[in-house]
């Protein structure tokens, strides 16, 4: 069963939760035999920009000392036969056309997006 | 007819958002169908099932805690379980145990087991289909 992640909603509580917690899912569940995909969308293309940081988190004396790495997850993904895609419209729209990106991530066009979506099995949207 | 079996992935905190309502809306018809029915708890919908969810009076609608009756989570799944399994079927509730411990939340209803991602795996590689509702 091929299942395609969609992930749209980005740095959703990735403080707190030190990744995204559908990445991390993914990850999760692909150590686990299952075969996924992954497709960004929306501000989550953001997910694929190498150069972003998100460390130095400190209230009063308490600081962040494992940030998220969302970069490296993503990376990682990529390590484990995860396909990542993003949507180049939505890179576009948020100026990253020529940004950096996760070595490995692939762009899709929209009018590419239905053959992809017919890849898979199930799509599930977070 | 064939028994369908579904699984629903929920993410949203309970009393923060009508998309926990929807799905529980969407339980309740499948549940009176019979079907076999999962349910994944991803991060605060963990807290649907925390046992110690509890009733209040609400001075503003001038009700004491009886007459107020308010909603809980709880009360709905458990309300879900025995009505899967009064029609034939069953709803198998799982949340996915790290979220758990993050919130202190182990204090869980009948019926909710601690999982993880593998679960959701098996649970839909089992399923004729799945549908996440997530937080957005």
Known sequence: MKTLQIIRTAYRATIEEQDDTVVWITRAMRGAGAELDVLLTGDAVSYAVQAQDSSGLAFGGWRQTQPPRIAGDIAALLAKGVSVYYLAEHAGERGLEDVPLVQGVQPLRRAELPALLGRYDRVWQW | ?136
């Open chain 2, 1 to 136: 007819m064939q028994t369908r079996t579904l699984t629903f992935v929920l993410m949203d905190a309970p009393f923060e958002s009508a998309r926990t309502t929807t799905a529980m809306r969407l339980l309740d018809i499948a549940a009176r169908r019979g079907y076999q029915l999962n349910v994944f708890a991803y991060e605060g919908a963990v807290g649907l099932t925390f046992a110690r969810q509890a009733a209040h009076p609400n001075a503003a609608h001038g009700r004491d805690v009886h007459e107020e009756n308010h909603p809980l989570p709880r009360d709905w799944i458990s309300a879900l379980m025995e009505s899967a399994s009064r029609n034939g079927g069953a709803l198998r509730w799982v949340n996915c145990g790290l979220c758990v411990d993050e919130r202190g939340v182990g204090e869980a209803i009948a019926g909710a087991a601690r999982g993880s991602p593998t679960d959701l795996w098996q649970l839909a590689e089992q399923s004729d289909n799945t549908l996440v509702i997530a937080t957005k």
